[in-house]
């Protein structure tokens, strides 16, 4: 099985920083990659997809970027609102479809 | 615009059995690939299993192969997972999510663009 690898767990940035998370395939996942959002107590909010793809509605801060193993979330201007745990999740297999385990992130 | 409206949960004992039903409006459920997702009190996201638009692909997560099974009317436009044997481990919020069209490509997993508010299941004696 591919397994999915975030760093960090967590990370405390202040408002305006410019913020990165990773996630890492232990193979090539092509560019299968999402990027989800879940802000505390709240139901998990798709953010991009194809590893690039910002979906609609999603603040233009938020970009995605990479392909094969190496993937990166990035927030070019932390806000307030952005405090949630980030999810990536790799669908290139229909058989092991897989979460990330997390990134708290908190506004220090 | 696009509801998901998760049922079913409850308590049940380890060994128990339970459906959840996922009802769903706001696009044309029949032409859409769908997905339940859970998530343990203060753990990660977990997928559980996917149905193709036609029903004729099913996958499961190997934690829940052979226990769960699901399914969809799209006369009705619901989503359903049947889940036997329940564990402690099972003990989770359920999530009904929308995959990606499929009628035209045939079925590949995909993202979740839309997710229901989910369905608590607690399984304890």
């Known amino acids: 099985d591919i397994q999915m690898t975030q760093s960090p767990s967590s990370l405390s940035a202040s408002v305006g920083d410019r913020v990165t998370i990773t996630c890492r395939a232990s193979q090539g996942i092509s560019n299968y990659l999402a990027w989800y959002q879940q802000k505390p107590g709240k139901v998990p909010k798709l953010l991009i997809y194809?590893?690039?793809t910002l979906e609609s509605g999603v603040p233009s801060r938020f970009s995605g970027s990479g392909s094969g193993t190496d993937f990166t979330l990035t927030i070019s201007s932390l806000q307030p609102e952005d405090v949630a745990t980030y999810y990536c999740?790799?669908?290139?297999?229909?058989?092991?479809?897989?979460f990330g385990q997390g990134t708290r992130l908190e506004i220090k | 615009e696009v509801q998901l409206v998760e049922s079913g949960g409850g308590l049940v004992k380890p060994g128990g059995s339970l459906r959840l039903s996922c009802a769903a409006s706001g696009f044309i459920f029949s032409s859409y690939s769908m997905n339940w997702v859970r998530q343990a009190p203060g753990k990660g996201l977990e997928w559980v299993s996917s149905t193709s638009s036609s029903s004729s692909y099913k996958y499961y997560a190997d934690s829940v192969k052979g226990r769960f099974t699901i399914s969809r009317d799209n006369a009705k436009n619901s989503l359903f997972l049947q889940m036997n044997s329940l564990r402690a481990e099972d003990t989770a919020v359920y999530y009904c999510?929308?995959?990606?069209?499929?009628?035209?490509?045939?079925?590949?997993?995909?993202?979740?663009?839309?997710w229901g508010q989910g369905t608590l299941v607690t399984v304890s004696s």
């Open positions: 999740q790799k669908y290139n297999s229909a058989l092991s479809i897989t």
């Open positions: 194809a590893a690039s």
């Open positions: 999510t929308r995959g990606t069209t499929d009628i035209f490509t045939g079925y590949s997993p995909s993202h979740f663009d839309y």
